[in-house]
């Protein structure tokens, strides 16, 4: 008989409230340029050194929710619920979409995506500012 082993959620979430603050960071400097940050590979490793797929992921989050499909991270989906308990990062999410992800060499990587919305906003404002 094959043995079940039952999916554990919630694993990341400590490591992920504990750089909460870093990550709210990036995604405030994201505004400028990209950024990054490197964890530390035995943080990830030590919680789960088996997690199936590896530690990458990417995450786009809007309105605070994932706009792509993380069914498979469960880093991605501990990262999402702390955002999602973060006043800040929800304001950040309201109008902006942002692309959050970490590579195989655990560096983190955090880019302000321009929406459609925004670009159509701003193409407004241009024609606008014209007409006058």
């Given at each position: 008989?094959?043995?079940s082993?039952?999916?554990?959620?919630?694993?990341?979430?400590?490591?992920?409230?504990?750089?909460?603050?870093?990550?709210?960071?990036?995604?405030?400097?994201?505004?400028?340029?990209?950024?990054?940050?490197?964890?530390?590979?035995?943080?990830?490793?030590?919680?789960?050194?088996k997690?199936?797929?590896?530690?990458?992921?990417?995450?786009e989050?809007f309105?605070?929710?994932?706009?792509?499909?993380?069914?498979?991270?469960v880093?991605?989906?501990?990262?999402?619920?702390?955002?999602?308990?973060?006043?800040?990062?929800?304001?950040?999410?309201e109008?902006?979409?942002?692309?959050?992800?970490?590579?195989?060499?655990?560096?983190?990587h955090?880019?302000?995506v321009?929406?459609?919305?925004?670009?159509?906003?701003?193409?407004?404002?241009?024609?606008?500012?014209?007409?006058?």
């Open positions: 008989m094959a043995v082993y039952p999916i554990n959620y919630d694993l990341y979430l400590f490591l992920w409230k504990k750089y909460r603050p870093v990550i709210l960071k990036l995604m405030i400097d994201s505004a400028d340029s990209p950024q990054q940050y490197q964890f530390i590979q035995h943080e990830f490793k030590d919680i789960n050194p997690e199936k797929g590896g530690h990458t992921f990417t995450l989050v309105k605070g929710r994932a706009v792509n499909n993380i069914k498979m991270s880093v991605a989906q501990d990262l999402l619920e702390i955002l999602q308990k973060s006043k800040k990062a929800i304001e950040l999410t109008n902006s979409t942002y692309q959050l992800s970490l590579d195989k060499h655990f560096v983190f955090v880019e302000k321009e929406s459609e919305v925004e670009e159509e906003i701003e193409e407004e404002a241009i024609d606008t500012s014209t007409e006058e």
